[in-house]
């Protein structure tokens, strides 16, 4: 693509801006009304022209309007990310809340989400901070009754498991210490790939005749690491995607909001957020979405970070007319909100030990 002379760019902006808010091509003389260019309409037209034959804007059926192109989006968004960059320092120090501060992460999270779909109308999601490798903190082991132990496992996050296990005969307390002593000394700091024959064989040597008992334990650990290891997606407004005729026919808004449903598109695009070394707002436009079902739309994602290492995905999905400028600027803001949530309670967590 060509570089842009600074009134091409301005008639881009005009273009995208105004389709953006009224759905409708855009023909020159509305551009001249909408610039401060001080253009003729014939000049305008010479223009739109040129940005035509560049691939930035097009025709659609027999209309005298112009629409923008995937790749007209991209210059727009471009340039929007430019400018919003520069006020990120700004945005930092706002202190406008998002969303009231609740204790458990769920329920925030799912605050967040709708709050979000509310805003900006569109379709959301927000995943749970979730670790690249989950490890175990510790596991503590009480017996409840003759016939049953309790196993508490608490994995990174601080997220507990409470797995009741069967025994054939009541454990003595000495033994239990004794057992939690054995599996922390060899689990605690441990990853599911630490967990590994070798050292399972060497656990069941010094468990004895516990070395049974020690299968279910590990059986419960490895439950907790996977089940920590989940990533939750919660999402709203998919309906809100219906609103936008252009996004496609009945077949294709159903396979959507399918995808809200079942999740499984959602991981393709987190993953792909993850994956990539920009861990700031990252904008998908028609064909570049990773998602195949995605094509006819846009998609904004960001990315937020706990204090540990935990990172977690934002999306806003909506129509390829998306208002970019409100979205980019709602997920900044949103990012730098929960970024301050949970780093606080976590520093609160350690003033309190």
Same mark, same amino acid.
């Given at each position: 693509? %060509? ?12 273009i995208?801006a105004?389709?953006?808010?009224t759905?409708?091509?855009v !023909? ?7 610039t ?6 014939a000049?305008?037209?010479? $223009?739109m ?9 097009e ?10 192109t995937?790749?007209?989006?991209? /210059?727009?968004?471009?340039? +929007? ?6 006020e990120?320092?700004?945005l930092r ?9 609740? #204790?458990?992460?769920?329920?925030m ?33 009480s ?15 601080n ?7 069967e ?10 210490l004794?057992?939690?002593v ?7 700091g441990?990853?599911?790939? #630490?967990?590994?024959? $070798?050292?399972?064989q ?6 004895? +005749? ?22 939750q997606?919660?999402?709203s ?13 009945? $077949?294709?808004?159903? /396979?959507?909001l399918?995808?809200?449903?079942e999740? $499984?598109?959602?991981?393709e695009? /987190?993953?792909?957020?993850?994956s990539?070394?920009?861990?700031g707002?990252?904008?998908?436009? !028609? ?16 990315t937020?970070e706990?204090? %540990? !290492?935990?990172?977690g995905?934002?999306g806003? +999905?909506?129509?390829?007319r998306?208002d970019?400028?409100?979205v /980019? ?13 949970f ?10 030990t």
């Amino acid at each position: 693509m %060509e570089q842009l002379s600074e009134r091409k760019m301005k008639i881009l902006q005009a273009i995208v801006a105004n389709y953006l808010e009224t759905g409708e091509p855009v !023909g020159s003389r509305t551009i001249s009304k909408f610039t401060d260019l001080s253009l003729s309409s014939a000049t305008i037209r010479n $223009e739109m022209a040129d940005l035509e034959e560049s691939g930035y804007i097009e025709q659609p059926h027999t209309s005298a309007g112009r629409i923008p192109t995937d790749a007209g989006y991209r /210059v727009y968004v471009d340039q +929007i990310m430019k400018e919003r960059e520069a006020e990120t320092e700004e945005l930092r120090q706002e202190k406008e809340g998002l969303l009231e501060r609740v #204790d458990r992460m769920e329920l925030m999270l799912k605050q967040v989400v709708k709050v979000l779909a509310y805003n900006t109308n569109y379709a959301t999601m927000i995943t749970a901070p979730q670790y690249r490798e989950v490890h175990v903190k510790f596991v503590q082991l009480s017996m409840v009754d003759d016939e049953h132990v309790l196993a508490v496992i608490v994995t990174e996050g601080n997220i507990i498991k409470n797995q009741m296990i069967e025994v054939s005969e009541p454990i003595a307390n000495e033994d239990i210490l004794k057992l939690s002593v054995l599996v922390n000394s060899f689990l605690q700091g441990a990853a599911l790939r #630490d967990i590994n024959i $070798e050292m399972i064989q060497t656990m069941k040597g010094q468990a004895g +005749i516990y070395d049974r008992f020690l299968d279910q334990i590990l059986e419960a650990v490895v439950g907790a690491i996977k089940e920590a290891d989940e990533r939750q997606i919660y999402t709203s407004g998919a309906t809100n995607i219906l609103k936008y005729p252009e996004i496609g026919d009945e $077949e294709k808004t159903s /396979v959507l909001l399918e995808a809200f449903e079942e999740k $499984e598109m959602l991981n393709e695009l /987190v993953d792909e957020t993850l994956s990539s070394e920009d861990t700031g707002i990252q904008i998908y436009i !028609g064909d570049e979405a990773p998602v195949k079902n995605m094509k006819d739309l846009s998609v904004v994602t960001a990315t937020y970070e706990l204090q %540990e !290492g935990a990172k977690g995905t934002i999306g806003i +999905i909506g129509p390829k007319r998306m208002d970019y400028k409100k979205v /980019v600027d709602t997920l900044k803001k949103l990012t730098i909100e929960l970024d301050e949530i949970f780093n606080n309670k976590n520093k609160s967590k350690g003033d309190e030990t």
